[in-house]
T-cell receptor
Framework: SQKIEQNSEALNIQEGKTATLTCNYTNYSPAYLQWYRQDPGRGPVFLLLIRENEKEKRKERLKVTFDTTLKQSLFHITASQPADSATYLCALGSGYALNFGKGTSLLVTP | DAGVIQSPRHEVTEMGQEVTLRCKPISGHDYLFWYRQTMMRGLELLIYFNNNVPIDDSGMPEDRFSAKMPNASFSTLKIQPSEPRDSAVYFC????????????????FGPGTRLTVL
């Protein structure tokens, strides 16, 4: 069955450092992958989309890589800030629906 | 535009009662999705609609769950009868395939309805 794995343990980093979150998947050939941010008590908010034929995508301090051979995506936040603290969800899609991972909690301390 | 609107924001009910959750998608969006989020299972897709027509309801847990979309600006998710294991946060999301607000495949989520079944 399809499986999407994100690190269930929270990631704690110091302000200014680069945060790297991992999304691994099995039994899946997604056409695209998305990353969402979710704050407590709120719905997920879209951040970035990367397609299967793209290796890397950037948006301001965010960078996403997509390796379809390793079946892995890495999500980087450079120069992290306490305001980046949230849960980050990866989502895989091959049509109109998305299949979400459980998310990784990021805590950036001053 | 106010974004995706969901009501109620919180619902507490007793086992066996009927629960109806409501969603108003972003105007012009042609896809609407219902999700359920729990700590154990994460964010699960229950059902989605395209132009008010249900496309895939394979995520609906059982016959106690039903969803309708009578028009482009309104959808409901009904649970009858409700059970304690239905307690979760239910999200509605919408997207547009082309034109309007949002890029291709981006989903816009509502604030969710936190359901507690006692």
């Amino acid at each position: 069955s399809q499986k999407i794995e994100q690190n269930s343990e929270a990631l704690n980093i110091q302000e200014g450092k680069t945060a790297t979150l991992t999304c691994n998947y099995t039994n899946y050939s997604p056409a695209y992958l998305q990353w969402y941010r979710q704050d407590p008590g709120r719905g997920p908010v879209f951040l970035l989309l990367i397609r299967e034929n793209e290796k890397e995508k950037r948006k301001e301090r965010l960078k996403v890589t997509f390796d379809t051979t390793l079946k892995q995506s890495l999500f980087h936040i450079t120069a992290s800030q306490p305001a980046d603290s949230a849960t980050y969800l990866c989502a895989l899609g091959s049509g109109y629906a998305l299949n979400f991972g459980k998310g990784t909690s990021l805590l950036v301390t001053p | 535009d106010a974004g995706v609107i969901q009501s109620p924001r919180h619902e507490v009910t007793e086992m066996g009662q009927e629960v109806t959750l409501r969603c108003k998608p972003i105007s012009g969006h042609d896809y609407l999705f219902w999700y359920r989020q729990t700590m154990m299972r994460g964010l699960e897709l229950l059902i989605y609609f395209n132009n008010n027509v249900p496309i895939d309801d394979s995520g609906m847990p059982e016959d106690r769950f039903s969803a309708k979309m009578p028009n482009a600006s309104f959808s409901t998710l009904k649970i009858q009868p409700s059970e304690p294991r239905d307690s979760a946060v239910y999200f509605c999301a919408s997207r547009n395939l082309g034109g309007g607000r949002g890029s291709y495949n981006e989903q816009f989520f509502g604030p969710g309805t936190r359901l507690t079944v006692l």
